[in-house]
T-cell receptor, first 118, second 114 residues
Framework: GAVVSQHPSWVICKSGTSVKIECRSL??????MFWYRQFPKQSLMLMAT?????????EQGVEKDKFLINHASLTLSTLTVTSAHPEDSSFYIC??????????????FGPGTRLTVL | KQEVTQIPAALSVPEGENLVLNCSFT??????LQWFRQDPGKGLTSLLL?????REQTSGRLNASLDKSSGRSTLYIAASQPGDSATYLC?????????????FGKGTTLSVSS
């Protein structure tokens, strides 16, 4: 089956530092990737939609200057949490929408990245 | 704005019981509905996907139904096992177009005792 990877799987950082999370589709191309975050005992909330070669679309209440998204290729999207603070501690999950072929339009989720900001 | 509600929030059953998890959504204009499983601290495992034109999907001991007009879906788990213990998430597509983001419910946390 289709595989989406995320790196790192977990990260602990000091307040004020920036953290980059990678989301890769390993065996398919994805023109669209989605970034979600999940706070403890809460559901997944969509943060932004990332389209290859164009600017990301952010959900209301998500600061685009704080959560930088880059989708430079059909298999890679990155989320950078700039100047992270403890309230940014969360579980970040990406999904990739397959484009073309039999899997087209199917979404595959990555395993998530646990971010802890001290 | 689409909202997804899951009832109950938590459920504890003895091994072997059949059980039903409920999901409701406010906007019936969806492309599909999915049920996921999430183990503590882990990512999502897709269980079943129902297209808006379908009424149900089955996989092993799992059966999911969809009544789009009433905004409801159920996940039926037959002969529950301790390994079924996890949080079950229901999600609908945002809008009735393919490939849109998903709107998730808060989940039902299931505990199956042996």
């Amino acid at each position: 089956g289709a595989v989406v990877s995320q790196h790192p799987s977990w990260v602990i950082c000091k307040s004020g530092t920036s953290v980059k999370i990678e989301c890769r589709s390993l065996d398919f191309q994805a023109t669209t990737m989605f970034w979600y975050r999940q706070f403890p005992k809460q559901s997944l909330m969509l943060m932004a939609t990332s389209n290859e070669g164009s600017k990301a679309t952010y959900e209301q209440g998500v600061e685009k200057d704080k959560f930088l998204i880059n989708h430079a290729s059909l298999t890679l999207s990155t989320l950078t949490v700039t100047s992270a603070h403890p309230e940014d501690s969360s579980f970040y999950i990406c999904s990739a929408r397959a484009s073309g072929g039999l899997r087209t339009d199917t979404q595959y989720f990555g395993p998530g990245t646990r971010l802890t900001v001290l | 704005k689409q909202e997804v509600t899951q009832i109950p929030a938590a459920l504890s059953v003895p091994e072997g019981e059949n059980l039903v998890l409920n999901c409701s959504f406010t906007d019936s204009a969806i492309y599909n509905l999915q049920w996921f499983r999430q183990d503590p601290g882990k990512g999502l495992t897709s269980l079943l996907l129902i297209q808006s034109s379908q009424r149900e999907q089955t996989s092993g001991r799992l059966n999911a139904s969809l009544d789009k007009s009433s905004g409801r879906s159920t996940l039926y788990i037959a002969a529950s096992q301790p390994g079924d213990s996890a949080t079950y998430l229901c999600a609908v597509s945002r809008g009735n177009q393919a490939g849109t983001a998903l709107i998730f419910g808060k989940g039902t946390t299931l505990s199956v005792s042996s």
